[in-house]
């Protein structure tokens, strides 16, 4: 596999939406190839999700399952309908055998649509809940890797039970990913008896938050969780520690990149979040099951990246081709590549995917479970002088 020229990927960076970045491998053989197509949100307000991703997708260096591979790469600049075209343009003008992507849960929703319509699977590299649940429709082709609402949410709410809190607010993101964790967060707090005091929203572009700041101080909560994705949800905490708010502050791991620290600066500092093991890959025990495979997939990226570049976006992606690479080997003994047959086959193959240790979690799937990971998914992490730091 060999990359896009140097000339396609500064074309990708003068941020057109949805514009080719060019395809990632060899011409097509008169063999079978797999064509993977991918949609990342590489500029607007999912950019720090997605660069981090395509990142990774570069380290690709071999074939899969003994085939020939390419990838070819758009640019959904964070945006739905753009995520849509993307979608279309990789099934009707590509033809791919399978879509990685979006970045987030808003243009992974749009991708999901078209590409399930035309039986094509999608692995998304975002995190809501709502990508593969239920499992009807075009979700029935839908995969993503990062952990569901349910297992991040009820480790906030023992966090805040573990610290004597009793009292919770949320402020979200006026979108499917604010919408599910809000959803998740409101079940788990009732059934474990902490009280929410106080729901806020934003919008993703929002410049400022501070009537709804305002208000959840007014609350008076023990504890605010912060349901954003992505640099836009550095603002809310920016906001909290301006005010001079001393609880507990939770973030989702959407928001766990360099970028995020670099806009929250000194104001993040002793801020909470739940992320994937990858983030603190060296402090993990010994016994972590994802230890060694999160050990090696940073020291790949970051000899590649440099020291501290590290990130839960960009394993997301490694651990996807993981899984690919292992789903393409049963699939190919189906049918070749190119052909309706072995986009099923394909599908029902990740689907099937057991006990697959990646740098994220451990992955079992079925037909009913689509994400495939459990409690081993997340771990809990503190801001500590700029970096993060395993809580036990």
Do not use: C
Not at 59 to 71: N, P
Not at 175 to 190: M, P
Not at 359 to 380: E, I, L, T, W
Request: charged share 20%.
């Amino acid at each position: 596999m060999s990359f896009a020229s140097a000339t396609a990927r500064s074309l990708r960076r003068l941020l057109v939406p949805g514009l080719v970045a060019g395809s990632l491998g060899f011409a097509a053989a008169a063999h079978a190839e797999i064509h993977i197509g991918v949609t990342l949100s590489l500029t607007g307000p999912g950019a720090s999700l997605g660069i981090p991703a395509e990142n990774a997708l570069k380290l690709w260096t071999g074939d899969m399952a003994g085939q020939k591979v390419r990838f070819t790469v758009l640019n959904d600049g964070t945006d739905s309908t753009t995520a849509t075209k993307n979608a279309q343009k990789l099934i009707s003008e590509e033809k791919v055998d399978l879509i990685i992507g979006s970045s987030l849960t808003p243009p992974s929703l749009a991708v999901v649509e078209i590409a399930g319509q035309a039986g094509v699977p999608v692995i998304s590299m975002a995190g809501g809940g709502a990508i593969v649940l239920p499992q009807e429709g075009p979700r029935k082709w839908a995969f993503k890797l990062s952990p569901t609402e349910q297992i991040s949410a009820t480790m906030v709410i023992d966090h805040v039970l573990k610290n004597k809190g009793k009292t919770l607010a949320t402020i979200g993101v006026s979108n499917s990913y604010g919408e599910g964790f809000l959803k998740v967060t409101e079940q788990v707090a009732a059934a474990k008896g902490v009280k929410l005091v106080a729901t806020e929203k934003y919008a993703p572009t929002d410049q400022s938050v501070t009537a709804q700041i305002v208000k959840i101080l007014a609350a008076n909560p023990d504890a605010v969780y912060i349901l954003s994705a992505g640099t836009p949800g550095a603002l809310p905490q920016i906001e909290l520690a301006k005010r001079g708010y001393k609880g507990a502050v939770y973030q989702t791991q959407g928001v766990a990149n360099n970028d995020f620290l670099r806009v929250g600066g000194k104001d993040l500092e002793g801020g909470y979040m739940t992320v994937a093991p990858v983030l603190v890959a060296e402090q993990l025990p010994d016994a972590s099951a994802v230890k060694k495979p999160a050990v090696d997939f940073v020291q790949r990226f970051e000899t590649k990246y440099g020291a501290g570049s590290r990130s839960l976006f960009a394993a997301t992606m490694w651990d996807g081709l993981l899984i690919i690479q292992q789903a393409a080997a049963v699939a190919i003994k189906k049918a070749q590549p190119g052909t309706a047959e072995f986009r099923t086959a394909l599908r029902d193959a990740i689907e099937g995917t057991k006990e697959f240790v990646g740098s994220q979690g451990v992955f079992n799937m079925s037909p009913a479970d689509h994400n495939g990971v459990d409690q081993r998914s997340q771990v809990m992490v503190r801001i500590e002088n700029g970096t993060w730091k395993l809580q036990n």
